[in-house]
């Protein structure tokens, strides 16, 4: 079993900056691609940004420039900073995780339970 648990969400003023943390535990061998999604209410979940197990990161058209993810192999953790916040980027933040479990081996991917963040003066 495999959880994520994200962080660092929250109510923010336009301009600002937050940083969102997520965590994966459990039966983890390793963790191969890493992202970060977003759903708005009535809107579909989206791609915000991705890593790669090397490092390469992939960032969506709307968060380039303001929004950087990385990770910490050895803590199993994905960050994303988030600068410039804008009232369009309120939404629920959720990571993914593509893991090979260590028990069997297999490549699965899993989810956060998320975490709001929401831009407003």
């Known amino acids: 079993q495999v959880q994520l648990v994200e962080s660092g969400g929250g109510l923010v003023q336009p301009g600002g900056s937050l940083r969102l943390s997520c965590v994966a535990s459990?039966?983890?061998?390793?963790?191969?691609?890493m992202g970060w999604y977003r759903q708005a209410p009535g809107n579909q979940r989206e791609l915000v940004a991705s890593?790669?197990?090397?490092?390469?990161?992939n960032y969506a058209d709307a968060v380039t420039g303001r929004f950087t993810i990385s990770r910490d192999n050895a803590k199993n953790t994905v960050y994303l900073q988030m600068n410039s916040l804008k009232p369009e980027d309120t939404a629920v933040y959720y990571c993914?995780?593509?893991?090979?479990?260590?028990?069997?081996?297999?490549?699965?991917?899993?989810w956060g339970q998320g975490t709001q963040v929401t831009v407003s003066s």
């Open positions: 459990g039966s983890i061998f390793s963790i191969n691609g």
């Open positions: 993914k995780a593509r893991v090979v479990a260590r028990t069997t081996l297999s490549e699965n991917d899993y």
């Open positions: 890593i790669t197990g090397g490092g390469r990161t």
